[in-house]
């Protein structure tokens, strides 16, 4: 399902939040971290909460080192294991 243009611009603004209150962690990372996250409500078919739900999950995986892979631009899913985003 591709998401709408409220949705993309809901998840920009979400970006531009997060580079905010994450601003050791480059951009482009954070991006990443947004992408995988949105990645995993695809296909969700309530698409309103989406972008809350993708900020909250992001925020939980920037703020916690345990959950980031220590390779540059790498995200780790829960179990550890490296994601591409």
């Known amino acids: 399902m591709v998401p709408k243009e409220s949705e993309i611009r809901a998840l920009a603004a979400v970006v531009d939040r997060l580079a905010q209150?994450?601003?050791?962690?480059?951009?482009?990372?954070?991006?990443d971290v947004v992408a995988y996250e949105h990645g995993l409500f695809e296909d969700g078919r309530v698409r309103d909460y989406?972008?809350?739900?993708v900020e909250r999950?992001?925020?939980?995986?920037?703020?916690?080192?345990?959950?980031?892979?220590?390779?540059?631009?790498?995200v780790s899913a829960p179990g550890g294991s490296p994601v591409n985003a």
């Not at 209150?21 to 991006?31: K, Y």
């Not at 989406?50 to 739900?53: A, E, K, Q, R």
């Not at 939980?60 to 080192?65: F, I, V």
Request: positive net charge.
């Open 50 to 53: 989406i972008p809350i739900l």
């Open 57 to 74: 999950a992001a925020k939980l995986r920037l703020a916690s080192p345990a959950i980031l892979n220590p390779q540059v631009g790498a």
């Open 21 to 31: 209150r994450f601003p050791d962690h480059p951009r482009s990372f954070i991006e």
